[in-house]
């Protein structure tokens, strides 16, 4: 039973208490890259290539009854019209309770914005429009009034604990912009950006306050591609997310080592302050790219939950209809 109560109290903690409505609410992701429309709008279609699909699941909490799952799937297009387009959703699932995070976007960025020689430093701006799916199943959940002192749980025990609605929909839009440095042949290329998600305020109707709304979450990001040798090349990158009272800051470095033609390895790692030390290792062959980054927990929530950590497994997929392009090469770092 003090098991039960401990991953309760770790699942509640992790959630957040409904009538927190101002702590974070999105899930997140290590290896964020590989779901850039959730990172960034702006980033759709920004890569070198005509299309891409890219999938990523991640699991944490795994030592609890119902840890946390969220697999994400994204495809998306670029174009020579200016305009790239594409599709995301994303679940994330957790607890006894079935409690369930659902999103679905479709997204654009503008991609005219160019300066510099031959239009290789450029300023791509984004949006989404689309709906968040919050539900949960209240006939999995267990009461305080469900529980005698001697007889223990009884689940034909009538509760006090009752629920207006156990599942919501509501519109949702965000907007971002992007810069890069493109220029080939240069030892080292810029990239920065930043979104702001839940433009409209959905409204939490989980939320014991009739006003209560989905805060909006601020997401600024920027890395430096610095190539080292002809085959070498190391990328330091930065994530900042700020969502209602939580915020959270990532920062680590990747490099890439070319094996031939079309293959390429990484390696590298992410540290995410005051909560988790995340090694990362991919391989790329031709134009699919596969990643497994694992979470090291080093929080004080962590030894709550005897050191449970977290993985993440990614995998994305660039096809070319035309030429490469080499000044794209580095847009959209895969870690």
Same mark, same amino acid.
């Given at each position: 039973?003090?098991?039960?109560?401990?991953?309760?109290?770790?699942?509640?903690?992790?959630?957040?208490?409904?009538?927190?409505?101002?702590?974070?609410?999105?899930?997140?992701?290590?290896?964020?890259?590989?779901?850039?429309?959730?990172?960034?709008?702006?980033?759709?279609? +920004?890569?070198?290539?005509?299309?891409?699909?890219?999938?990523?699941?991640?699991?944490?909490?795994?030592?609890?009854?119902?840890?946390?799952?969220?697999?994400?799937?994204?495809?998306?297009?670029?174009?020579? @019209?200016?305009?790239?387009?594409?599709?995301?959703?994303?679940?994330?699932?957790?607890?006894?309770?079935?409690?369930?995070?659902? *999103?679905?976007?479709?997204?654009?960025?503008? *991609?005219? #914005?160019?300066?510099?020689?031959?239009?290789?430093?450029?300023?791509?701006?984004?949006?989404? +429009?689309?709906?968040?799916?919050?539900?949960?199943?209240?006939?999995?959940?267990? =009461?305080?009034?469900?529980?005698?002192?001697?007889?223990?749980?009884?689940?034909?025990?009538?509760?006090?604990? #009752?629920?207006?609605?156990?599942?919501? *929909?509501?519109?949702?839009?965000?907007?971002?912009?992007?810069?890069?440095?493109?220029?080939?042949?240069?030892?080292?290329?810029?990239?920065?950006?930043?979104?702001?998600?839940?433009?409209?305020?959905?409204?939490?109707?989980?939320?014991?306050?009739?006003?209560? +709304?989905?805060?909006?979450? =601020?997401?600024?990001?920027?890395?430096?591609?610095?190539?080292?040798?002809?085959?070498?090349?190391?990328?330091?990158?930065?994530?900042?997310?700020?969502?209602?009272?939580?915020?959270?800051?990532?920062?680590?470095?990747?490099?890439?080592? @070319?094996?031939?033609? +079309?293959?390429?390895?990484?390696?590298?790692?992410?540290?995410?302050?005051?909560?988790?030390?995340?090694?990362?290792?991919?391989?790329?062959?031709?134009?699919?790219?596969?990643?497994?980054?694992?979470?090291?927990?080093?929080?004080?929530?962590?030894? #709550?939950?005897?050191?449970?950590?977290? =993985?993440?497994?990614?995998?994305?997929?660039?096809?070319?209809?035309?030429?490469?392009?080499?000044?794209?090469?580095?847009?959209?770092?895969?870690?």
């Amino acid at each position: 039973m003090k098991k039960s109560i401990k991953a309760c109290f770790i699942i509640l903690l992790a959630i957040g208490s409904q009538t927190a409505v101002k702590a974070q609410v999105d899930p997140h992701f290590t290896q964020y890259y590989i779901s850039p429309s959730w990172l960034n709008p702006a980033l759709t279609g +920004v890569f070198d290539g005509d299309y891409r699909v890219s999938a990523i699941y991640r699991t944490q909490w795994g030592n609890i009854s119902s840890p946390y799952s969220t697999p994400g799937v994204a495809v998306d297009f670029s174009t020579s @019209k200016n305009a790239n387009f594409g599709l995301s959703v994303l679940n994330q699932a957790a607890g006894d309770g079935g409690y369930n995070y659902t *999103t679905a976007y479709g997204n654009m960025a503008y *991609t005219g #914005l160019r300066f510099g020689a031959n239009g290789n430093q450029r300023i791509t701006i984004g949006m989404q +429009v689309g709906m968040i799916q919050r539900r949960f199943n209240s006939s999995k959940l267990t =009461f305080g009034d469900q529980w005698n002192p001697i007889s223990g749980y009884n689940p034909g025990n009538a509760t006090a604990d #009752l629920f207006s609605a156990n599942s919501t *929909t509501s519109f949702d839009m965000g907007a971002g912009a992007l810069y890069y440095d493109g220029r080939p042949g240069k030892k080292a290329n810029f990239f920065a950006g930043f979104s702001l998600s839940h433009l409209t305020k959905p409204k939490d109707d989980f939320s014991g306050k009739s006003n209560a +709304v989905i805060p909006m979450r =601020f997401t600024g990001h920027a890395g430096l591609r610095i190539k080292l040798t002809e085959t070498v090349s190391i990328t330091p990158n930065f994530l900042y997310l700020d969502q209602g009272t939580a915020s959270e800051k990532m920062l680590g470095a990747y490099g890439e080592f @070319k094996l031939g033609p +079309v293959n390429d390895f990484m390696i590298g790692a992410n540290y995410r302050v005051k909560d988790a030390i995340s090694p990362f290792a991919g391989f790329t062959h031709k134009g699919m790219v596969i990643g497994l980054s694992y979470d090291i927990n080093t929080s004080d929530l962590g030894k #709550l939950a005897n050191g449970s950590n977290s =993985f993440e497994l990614s995998l994305s997929f660039i096809g070319r209809k035309t030429a490469k392009t080499p000044e794209a090469e580095f847009v959209c770092p895969r870690l």
